[in-house]
C-alpha cells in the first residue's frame, strides 16, 4: 500500500509540472507573436541603414574627418558582448551562446585570453552569471534588459561600447547572439559591431560606391549616422535574440508537456498493476484463510 501511496504522489506531482509547462508554453507563445513581429520590423531598416553606413564610409576614406569608427588596430583588447536571457527554461538557448563565446576566443582570441584581454559585456542575467562565475573580466552587467526592451534601454549598453571603442580601451568588440529563424531554430550569430567593416572589407560584389547627395556635409551625416547605426545594429541583434528566446522556450515547454504526458502514462500503467497486484494479494490471503477454516 506504501507504494501504491508513493505512486499516486507522483503522479500527482506531475499533473502539477504539466499544467505549469502548458500555462508557460502559452505565454511564450503569445511573448513570441509579438517579438517575431518586432525583429520582422526592424531587420529590413537595419540592413539598409547598415549598407548606407559602409557606403558613406567608403566614400569618405579620402577624406581627413574622424575615422574612429573604422580605424583598424593592433588586436590587442577584445570586447565581446555576450547576449543570453534574463531566465532559464529554454531549453539549450543560453549554452548555445556560452559556447559560441568560447569558440570565438578559441579561434581568434586565444593569445589575448591568456593575457586577460578579452572582456565580457553579458547582456541578459544567464550571461552575466555564467561569465562572472568563471572569473572573466566583465564589464557593466545588464540582467534586466529584456524586462522593458525598447530603443532608448538598448542604446545605453551601445553608448558605453562606443566610448570605451573610441577611447581606446577595446580594439575590437563582437556580438554572439542567437538570431530568431523559426520557432523550432535559432541561428547562433557573431558579428562584428566595431571597427566597422566597409564593403572592400566584405563579401560585397559591386566596387562602385554610391554617388550621394550630401546636406548639410559629407563629415557631419556620418558623424551623426555613426552612433545611431550601431544602436539600430545592436537592437535589432537584442530583439533577435528575444524572439528567439521566446521561441526556445515555447518548444522546450511543449517538450516538457509531451514528455510528462508521457510519464503520466507510465505512473498510472504502474499504479494500476500495483493496485490489481495488491487487490489480488488479498483475495488470495481470504481464500487462503477461508480454506484454513474448513481444513480445521
Known amino acids: 500500500m506504501a507504494n501504491l501511496k508513493e505512486v499516486k504522489n507522483r503522479i500527482a506531482s506531475v499533473v502539477s509540472t504539466q499544467q505549469i509547462t502548458k500555462a508557460m508554453k502559452m505565454v511564450a507563445a503569445a511573448k513570441l507573436r509579438k517579438s517575431q513581429e518586432r525583429v520582422t520590423q526592424m531587420r529590413p531598416y537595419a540592413s539598409k541603414l547598415d549598407a548606407i553606413l559602409r557606403n558613406l564610409s567608403q566614400a569618405q576614406t579620402s577624406g581627413d574627418g574622424d575615422k574612429w569608427y573604422s580605424q583598424i588596430r593592433e588586436e590587442k583588447r577584445i570586447l565581446i558582448v555576450a547576449v543570453s536571457s534574463d531566465r532559464g527554461l529554454c531549453g539549450s538557448f543560453n549554452s548555445t551562446v556560452f559556447k559560441g563565446v568560447a569558440r570565438l576566443i578559441q579561434d581568434k582570441y586565444e593569445i589575448q ?29 545588464y540582467v534586466s534588459l529584456f524586462g522593458n526592451l525598447n530603443f532608448e534601454n538598448a542604446s545605453i549598453a551601445t553608448d558605453t561600447i562606443i566610448k570605451s571603442f573610441r577611447n581606446g580601451e577595446f580594439d575590437k568588440v563582437e556580438v554572439v547572439y542567437n538570431e530568431f529563424k523559426n520557432v523550432a531554430t535559432q541561428i547562433l550569430r557573431r558579428e562584428q ?22 546636406q548639410p556635409s559629407q563629415e557631419e551625416i556620418i558623424v551623426e549616422m555613426i552612433p545611431n547605426s550601431l544602436k539600430v545594429q545592436l537592437f535589432k541583434a537584442l530583439l533577435d535574440s528575444n524572439a528567439a528566446e521566446n521561441g526556445a522556450r515555447m518548444t522546450a515547454m511543449d517538450k516538457a508537456t509531451e514528455n510528462a504526458g508521457d510519464l503520466l502514462k507510465e505512473l498510472r500503467l504502474s499504479y494500476n498493476r500495483s493496485r490489481q497486484a495488491a487487490i489480488t494479494k488479498e483475495i488470495l490471503e481470504i481464500v487462503g484463510g477461508a480454506e484454513a477454516l474448513k481444513s480445521a
Open 113 to 141: 585570453h591568456k593575457k586577460g584581454n578579452v572582456i565580457i559585456m553579458p547582456i541578459g542575467r544567464k550571461s552575466a552569471e555564467y561569465f562572472v562565475k568563471r572569473k572573466f573580466e566583465v564589464l557593466n552587467q
Open 193 to 214: 559591431l566595431l571597427p566597422v567593416l566597409l564593403p572592400t572589407e566584405t563579401n560585397v560584389t559591386s566596387t562602385n560606391p554610391i554617388d550621394y547627395i550630401y
